[in-house]
């Protein structure tokens, strides 16, 4: 191993002289890891140094995360959780050990991840964090009329009155009159969501018709079905024989409204309901994302979200709005800018509430420092991105008294704009000169240079990395033979020659969030990037105002949903050819292929694991010893295709694959053709069988893109497609943008890498700040003309990257 930075001198003696050896105690200053096999890590040993920070970095897929997260931070939480009682266990997330022969010198481990936050309607940014909790205490004290206790400021808490009789089963009992009242702040009409849910019902019938002429335009709603048409045609309420708009009254609101009543049907008993209350059960209360894309389509044509009428999108009952410190309800605090509503704190002087005051400001000022003062605390969680979730659940740890703390951070620098790395960087050094030790898992070379230990993981990925290539300074890492240090100072250059644009898609008039009633217009045909710095308001642009006729597909970073049966087989239909070729090569049905259906091994389901849920404990997940972990039948393992079996297939990564189905007896061109486009966007080292569950952010976006890439024409939004992609990799994604833009697709790219912008055809920057200090267009042109012209943040940053 490489020589260490230098350690600390040893504290004083408590008497003032200097011990001629230091306390035992002070020998503990490494992380040992010994032995880690964790998904592919091949019996990796390390040591980690104490109250330092250090980078971890390599190729997408060589096992940084499975080392940092899956081992490291996962012992430390585990061991933890093991010091509650078992009752408290039983209520806690239960965790398996990783596979590690021995981990020493842990410390406590806080992960600041880039999990999406929890797209709960009722959830914000206040809420998500404590800065709503102080702020209802404060109106509490402060507000003017007075109207009750924290909870009548909460949009989550609604009212509630009762009264009535109470018996105590204790000495001699006797019941008691009692009344209960709560006052809430919910606003009671869309009950604290903001947007109430309006049903067209054009969509869901053609009133011209009657039932029994299939008026209903609901998708699986068949003439012949027992609990959707048949209950409303022969329930006795309505006249299945007369078209719906020629109803009376009491009909129309018994089609429409009716409370669940029982009927008979034939002599079954149905529940007969209205059809809006109907629809919001069946429909409405089911998550967007899960729906099949026929049932999503019709749902998003019949229901439309508007502001509430009543709350003005507020959430808030009209007392809880009536009640003002100067002026200000908690509404109005809420909507503000952060920024703003840190100097409005303030400029609050009032020695009763001094120390609440003082907290609130911290927690304000807290976002501002992170660089997320443009947000507002009543904006939705689910609506922030991954770097932005990040940044916000750093904030309650910035102010933290705790010091040997160990902080986790998965590529802390994603959604930041060169201008904020530099801030970013100094809180990372901030935590650990506070006597903290530091993992990153990062890409950036801004970041990487700071590190006071990096390790390099590879050579390569999935099955060909797991390694730990290097381990030193960033000095020791440049000097290194790695392929992170090879490409540690790649630049872009800027192109020679730029596309001409074969047409506009024009915007205007765009007022979404921060933006400044904006008219731009985006060419088509080329790669154009959309650049500013976070907040500036490029998603408003992007994703809110490009028009939904332009033929648009959206590719995020969204979590893919899918239980960890399914896999990048699955997901992008690879598995339809694969199991019609094996059928076709064994005179057998294609059913047969599939570890979820037919051909499943009956001990495990499929699964290839049989879990053992041992309540409180970590469930244990065993090899099924049937299929030896195959997933599929014994006879089904008989059956080959050019040699090899269907569980030998999916264990095969996206490379070998490609080059299994290219050629020879197992040649299938539509499985060829998946796997080149799998192969094109960078995941040629995953597995055909790796649960979906298992993969990062930047894989799922590119993975995504693989499955669209065979669409016909249409224009093409990637969100910050260089998440997760190492330095080495920027190149090929370059590459692969180019070819769909010469393939006849219009690309759009949110990105703030510079070698992205500079790869450009098109720029258009937004700014110049964040938050009410951006939303304008301050640049749009070729990348050359930005770095001439240097007029904006994101041109001097392009400028001094590509050294001009």
């Known amino acids: 191993m490489t020589a260490r930075t230098d350690r600390q001198s040893p504290a004083p003696h408590p008497t003032g002289s200097h011990p001629t050896e230091g306390h035992v105690a002070d020998s503990h200053d490494l992380i040992r890891v010994h032995g880690a096999r964790e998904n592919n890590l091949k019996d990796v040993s390390i040591e980690i140094p104490k109250r330092r920070l250090t980078v971890f970095t390599g190729v997408s897929g060589s096992g940084k995360s499975s080392l940092v997260f899956s081992t490291i931070a996962a012992e430390s939480q585990r061991l933890i959780n093991e010091t509650y009682s078992a009752f408290v266990q039983g209520f806690m997330p239960t965790l398996a050990r990783p596979e590690v022969d021995v981990l020493e010198g842990?410390?406590?481990?806080?992960?600041?991840?880039?999990?999406?936050?929890?797209?709960?309607?009722?959830?914000?940014?206040?809420?998500?964090?404590?800065?709503?909790?102080?702020?209802?205490?404060?109106?509490?004290?402060?507000?003017?009329?007075?109207?009750?206790?924290?909870?009548?400021?909460?949009?989550?808490?609604?009212?509630?009155?009762?009264?009535?009789?109470?018996?105590?089963?204790?000495?001699?009992?006797?019941?008691?009159?009692?009344?209960?009242?709560?006052?809430?702040?919910?606003?009671?009409?869309?009950?604290?969501?903001?947007?109430?849910?309006?049903?067209?019902?054009?969509?869901?019938?053609?009133?011209?018709?009657?039932?029994?002429?299939?008026?209903?335009?609901?998708?699986?709603?068949?003439?012949?079905?027992?609990?959707?048409?048949?209950?409303?045609?022969?329930?006795?309420?309505?006249?299945?024989?007369?078209?719906?708009?020629?109803?009376?009254?009491?009909?129309?609101?018994?089609?429409?409204?009716?409370?669940?009543?029982?009927?008979?049907?034939?002599?079954?008993?149905?529940?007969f309901e209205g059809l809006i209350p109907k629809i919001q059960?069946?429909?409405?209360?089911?998550?967007?994302?899960?729906?099949?894309?026929?049932?999503?389509?019709?749902?998003?044509?019949?229901?439309?979200?508007?502001?509430?009428?009543?709350?003005?999108?507020?959430?808030?009952?009209?007392?809880?709005?009536?009640?003002?410190?100067?002026?200000?309800?908690?509404?109005?605090?809420?909507?503000?800018?952060?920024?703003?509503?840190?100097?409005?704190?303030?400029?609050?002087?009032?020695?009763?509430?001094?120390?609440?005051?003082?907290?609130?400001?911290?927690?304000?000022?807290?976002?501002?420092?992170?660089?997320?003062?443009?947000?507002?605390?009543?904006?939705?969680?689910?609506?922030?991105?991954?770097?932005?979730?990040?940044?916000?659940?750093?904030?309650?740890?910035?102010?933290?008294?705790?010091?040997?703390?160990?902080?986790?951070?998965?590529?802390?620098?994603?959604?930041?704009?060169?201008?904020?790395?530099?801030?970013?960087?100094?809180?990372?050094?901030?935590?650990?000169?506070?006597?903290?030790?530091?993992?990153?898992?990062?890409?950036?070379?801004?970041?990487?240079?700071?590190?006071?230990?990096?390790?390099?993981?590879?050579?390569?990925?999935?099955?060909?990395?797991?390694t730990v290539c290097f381990e030193g300074s960033v000095d020791g890492l440049r000097a290194g033979g790695t392929i992170t240090g090879r490409h540690f100072d790649d630049r872009a250059t800027l192109k020679e020659t730029v596309r001409e644009p074969t047409g506009t898609l024009p915007i205007r008039g765009a007022t979404k969030h921060n933006l400044r009633d904006v008219d731009v217009d985006i060419p088509l045909g080329v790669l154009t990037v959309v650049t500013g710095v976070a907040g500036s308001g490029k998603s408003s642009l992007i994703h809110g105002s490009v028009p939904a006729s332009a033929g648009v597909v959206s590719v995020d970073q969204a979590p893919i949903r899918g239980s960890r049966r399914s896999n990048p087989a699955t997901y992008t239909g690879l598995l339809d050819p694969i199991r019609k070729a094996f059928a076709k090569a064994n005179g057998v049905k294609p059913s047969l292929f599939s570890a979820n259906s037919e051909g499943a091994c009956p001990n495990c389901k499929g699964a290839g694991v049989v879990y053992t849920d041992l309540a409180m404990m970590a469930g244990v997940a065993a090899t099924c010893e049937e299929c030896d972990g195959k997933r599929f039948e014994a006879s089904v393992l008989e059956y080959h295709l050019g040699g090899r079996d269907i569980s030998e297939v999916l264990a095969m990564s996206v490379a070998e694959a490609e080059e299994f189905f290219g050629a020879g007896e197992a040649r299938t061109p539509a499985a060829h053709r998946v796997l080149t486009r799998l192969s094109d966007v960078g995941l040629g080292y995953l597995s055909l069988g790796q649960p979906l569950t298992t993969l990062s952010g930047g894989e799922r976006q590119r993975l995504k893109l693989a499955t669209h890439m065979g669409d016909k024409g249409g224009v093409y939004i990637l969100d910050e497609p260089t998440t997760g992609l190492h330095l080495a990799d920027v190149e090929q994604l370059l590459g692969l943008l180019d070819r769909l833009v010469e393939s006849g697709k219009s690309v759009i790219v949110i990105e703030h890498h510079q070698a992205v912008m500079a790869h450009a055809d098109w720029l258009i920057d937004l700014g110049p700040g964040a938050g009410h200090d951006g939303g304008r267009v301050v640049f749009e042109g070729t990348p050359a003309d930005l770095v001439a012209a240097r007029s904006t943040l994101t041109g001097e940053h392009l400028a001094a990257y590509i050294g001009a």
């Not at 009722?122 to 809420?127: A, F, K, L």
């Not at 019709?298 to 508007?306: E, I, L, P, Q, Y």
């Not at 800018?337 to 409005?344: C, G, H, P, R």
Request: one cysteine or more; hydrophobic letters at 35%; a negative charge.
């Open 106 to 271: 842990l410390t406590t481990a806080i992960i600041v991840d880039q999990q999406r936050m929890g797209s709960d309607p009722r959830s914000t940014v206040g809420t998500a964090t404590d800065a709503n909790a102080m702020l209802r205490i404060l109106f509490s004290r402060l507000g003017e009329p007075h109207i009750g206790s924290p909870n009548a400021f909460s949009f989550n808490v609604a009212s509630v009155r009762a009264s009535g009789a109470i018996t105590v089963e204790r000495g001699n009992k006797k019941a008691e009159k009692v009344s209960f009242t709560r006052t809430g702040g919910m606003c009671p009409r869309c009950e604290g969501r903001g947007a109430v849910s309006d049903i067209d019902l054009t969509q869901l019938y053609d009133d011209s018709k009657s039932i029994s002429e299939g008026a209903f335009t609901i998708p699986g709603w068949k003439s012949d079905s027992w609990w959707t048409v048949r209950t409303y045609a022969e329930s006795g309420f309505l006249d299945p024989d007369k078209p719906i708009r020629e109803f009376t009254e009491r009909e129309m609101h018994d089609f429409l409204h009716k409370e669940p009543t029982k009927v008979k049907v034939e002599g079954v008993n149905l529940t």
């Open 281 to 466: 059960k069946s429909f409405l209360a089911k998550d967007r994302e899960a729906m099949q894309p026929h049932i999503r389509e019709f749902v998003d044509r019949a229901v439309t979200f508007t502001s509430c009428p009543e709350c003005d999108g507020t959430r808030l009952s009209e007392a809880a709005r009536s009640s003002k410190i100067q002026g200000i309800s908690i509404a109005d605090a809420c909507a503000m800018q952060i920024s703003d509503l840190a100097d409005w704190v303030r400029g609050l002087e009032e020695r009763s509430v001094a120390p609440l005051l003082a907290s609130l400001g911290h927690a304000l000022d807290s976002f501002v420092e992170i660089g997320l003062g443009y947000l507002s605390l009543d904006r939705p969680s689910g609506t922030l991105s991954g770097g932005e979730a990040q940044r916000v659940k750093m904030i309650r740890h910035l102010g933290s008294s705790l010091t040997d703390t160990t902080y986790v951070f998965d590529e802390p620098t994603i959604g930041l704009h060169p201008h904020d790395i530099q801030r970013m960087n100094d809180l990372l050094l901030r935590l650990r000169d506070k006597g903290n030790t530091v993992l990153v898992v990062e890409h950036k070379p801004e970041t990487i240079a700071i590190a006071d230990h990096v390790v390099d993981l590879g050579p390569g990925a999935g099955a060909g990395g797991g």
